[in-house]
């Protein structure tokens, strides 16, 4: 049976993996940044105990990104027209034959990047750009600037306001182009910009562009007819369509999550119906993963690459073998969500915190612990509100 505990009540199990000294100088720490639903509030956890470590009050409801490093947070507030940015407090080095931890309080950030309607947001290599649909323009800020709290941010216009994507990708910054007729379609495909902001005569096209992720030194987007590939080249990305291979049923992607460690790339394609998509393989590209529901989220499990996660309406979050094809595990951890309804609506998200799964449960007011060994359930965090997007930042290092 499931040990459930209070913010104020210590997860004795979990004790050895979360902040505690394992020598003098070698700690973990992990933590988890969680936004409500409905209210412009974000709550850090400490995983040790399940302590709320601080509350950010914003400007609105928030979708949150944690950057690659993850010593920061990006929240999203497409509503209240604005990204706000919040420091973890825990920054991880690597020295080769050892990694350091530092360790501090979490804090709000000065930076902000304002304009209308921001939705998709991606960070890559330390610089995010958020893409403001309404404006189609792309606002970028460097990772280190925000947090010292230095220079301004960069813009890219689009061809016009479309709901769209930006990502940077090296000296350039690959975007989407809107479609020729119609604003509010989806886009036709992605162009490409040099390093002064300029587009390039590269033209990629994908039809009902959406979706993108990352995964190793590849970027992977979504078309109704299968996905673009975006690869380094010697002078400029090189970019490949992908098709659908014949074999499959009637279905696209439009989420897409990247492998860490092993190179892939999961997305939806039906209902009930998961894709595998390893981009490297001269053929079988595409193997779908057959869903006992559909799925609310999914997630990739940077702690053990072979391995993905998915939660589906029947309350169960499974364990996915990326090498075999297929469901290893499944855990049952909340109350039926059903996909039926607005997409908005208040639905659990996954987040992977080093040796711990973390899964929000928002009508039920919980984060839910899994371990990432025995894949069962270690307990679960009140939490005051509608605790929905997630996310985990932490590891492992020496202090000094």
């Not at 925000?146 to 709901?163: D, F, K, N, V």
Request: glycine share 10%.
């Amino acid at each position: 049976m499931a040990i459930r505990f209070h913010r104020s009540m210590i997860l004795a199990c979990a004790a050895t993996f979360f902040g505690c000294p394992a020598s003098a100088e070698q700690i973990e720490a992990w933590r988890v940044f969680v936004a409500d639903h409905s209210e412009p509030v974000v709550r850090a956890i400490d995983l040790r105990d399940g302590d709320e470590i601080e509350r950010f009050a914003l400007t609105g409801a928030a979708r949150l990104h944690r950057s690659q490093s993850g010593r920061m947070v990006y929240a999203v507030q497409r509503d209240a027209n604005r990204v706000q940015m919040i420091g973890t407090g825990i920054a991880l080095g690597d020295h080769g034959d050892h990694g350091d931890i530092t360790i501090g309080a979490p804090r709000l950030l000065k930076a902000t990047l304002a304009g209308q309607k921001p939705v998709h947001l991606v960070e890559r290599d330390g610089m995010a750009a958020a893409f403001f649909d309404d404006e189609g323009i792309a606002r970028l800020v460097a990772e280190h600037a925000a947090l010292e709290g230095t220079g301004e941010p960069q813009e890219i216009a689009s061809r016009a306001p479309h709901h769209g994507v930006a990502i940077p990708f090296g000296v350039h910054m690959l975007m989407t182009r809107p479609h020729p007729s119609d604003p509010g379609a989806l886009p036709v495909g992605l162009d490409l910009f040099g390093p002064d902001g300029a587009p390039a005569i590269d033209y990629a096209p994908c039809p009902d562009l959406h979706g993108e992720a990352q995964s190793g030194n590849l970027v992977a987007l979504a078309c109704e007819t299968g996905l673009l590939v975006v690869a380094p080249g010697q002078a400029r990305p090189e970019i490949r369509h992908l098709p659908y291979a014949a074999g499959l049923p009637e279905g696209k992607t439009t989420k897409l999550v990247g492998g860490t460690g092993l190179r892939y790339f999961l997305g939806n394609f039906a209902p009930r119906v998961l894709v595998l998509i390893d981009p490297m393989q001269e053929q079988e590209n595409f193997r779908l993963v057959e869903l006992p529901t559909r799925a609310v989220d999914f997630a990739s499990h940077p702690a053990k690459p072979r391995f993905a996660l998915a939660f589906t309406e029947d309350g169960h979050l499974h364990r996915i073998d990326v090498v075999a094809g297929r469901i290893d595990r499944s855990v049952r951890l909340t109350g039926l969500y059903s996909m039926d309804g607005h997409w908005s609506d208040p639905r659990p998200r996954i987040a992977v915190a080093g040796p711990r799964i973390v899964v929000s449960d928002p009508l039920a007011g919980q984060l839910h612990v899994v371990d990432t060994e025995t894949f069962e359930t270690m307990g679960s965090i009140a939490v005051a509100g509608e605790p929905f997007s997630i996310v985990a930042v932490g590891g492992a290092g020496e202090t000094h």
